[in-house]
């Protein structure tokens, strides 16, 4: 069983725990350090802020750190991608061509683990299942952005939601 899927731009997750582990820099974390909290709900073909809509706009600042808290609260595996323009070479949408978490320290939380990496394309995640995604966003984030779901048919069926960065 998969507990949890992350993919950086650094390479493959299985091969990033282990250089974690033997240079010491993964390690157990009780809480992510002061961030603006955005606890973002996954269910089934939508995101949601608390006290919003579905899939409504996601408004953020460039220069703040924030601790991004994704929860499925649905039954089906979700993919969680933050990017722009989304890949159509294939005839249907696959990941997204920009990235808005793009050279930015990351640092991801499930489990107690965090794992700390340049960038992040994308989470996988099991019904139930949460993380956290710490990230101070650059200045050059500026602008339109999304947050999508890839797996077959979820972005089709409408699994997006704009993000403006100001």
Same mark, same amino acid.
């Given at each position: 069983?998969?507990?949890?899927?992350?993919?950086?731009?650094?390479?493959?997750?299985?091969?990033?725990?282990?250089?974690?582990?033997?240079?010491?820099?993964?390690?157990?974390?009780?809480?992510?350090?002061?961030?603006?909290?955005?606890?973002?709900?996954?269910?089934?073909?939508?995101?949601?802020?608390?006290?919003?809509?579905?899939?409504?706009?996601?408004?953020?600042?460039?220069?703040?750190?924030?601790?991004?808290?994704?929860?499925?609260?649905?039954?089906? $595996?979700? /993919? @969680?991608?933050?990017?722009?323009?989304?890949? &159509?070479?294939?005839?249907?949408?696959?990941?997204? #061509? %920009?990235?808005?978490?793009?050279?930015?320290?990351?640092?991801?939380?499930?489990?107690?683990?965090?794992?700390?990496?340049?960038? $992040?394309? /994308? @989470?996988?995640?099991?019904?139930?299942?949460? &993380?956290?995604?710490?990230?101070?966003?650059?200045? #050059? %984030?500026?602008?339109?952005?999304?947050?999508?779901?890839?797996?077959?048919?979820?972005?089709?069926?409408?699994?997006?939601?704009?993000?403006?960065?100001?």
């Amino acid at each position: 069983m998969e507990l949890f899927n992350i993919r950086i731009q650094t390479g493959f997750l299985v091969m990033l725990f282990l250089t974690l582990f033997s240079l010491g820099l993964a390690q157990e974390s009780d809480q992510v350090t002061d961030a603006i909290p955005v606890t973002i709900n996954i269910g089934e073909m939508y995101f949601q802020l608390e006290g919003q809509d579905q899939n409504a706009a996601i408004s953020l600042e460039a220069g703040q750190t924030y601790d991004f808290l994704l929860k499925n609260l649905g039954k089906v $595996l979700h /993919e @969680v991608q933050f990017g722009r323009d989304p890949n &159509m070479e294939s005839g249907t949408p696959h990941d997204y #061509t %920009s990235f808005l978490f793009e050279g930015a320290e990351v640092v991801s939380v499930v489990d107690k683990l965090e794992v700390i990496s340049s960038g $992040l394309i /994308e @989470v996988k995640m099991q019904p139930g299942q949460e &993380m956290h995604i710490q990230v101070t966003l650059p200045e #050059t %984030s500026k602008g339109d952005w999304e947050i999508g779901c890839f797996q077959p048919g979820h972005y089709e069926a409408g699994m997006h939601a704009p993000i403006i960065v100001k």
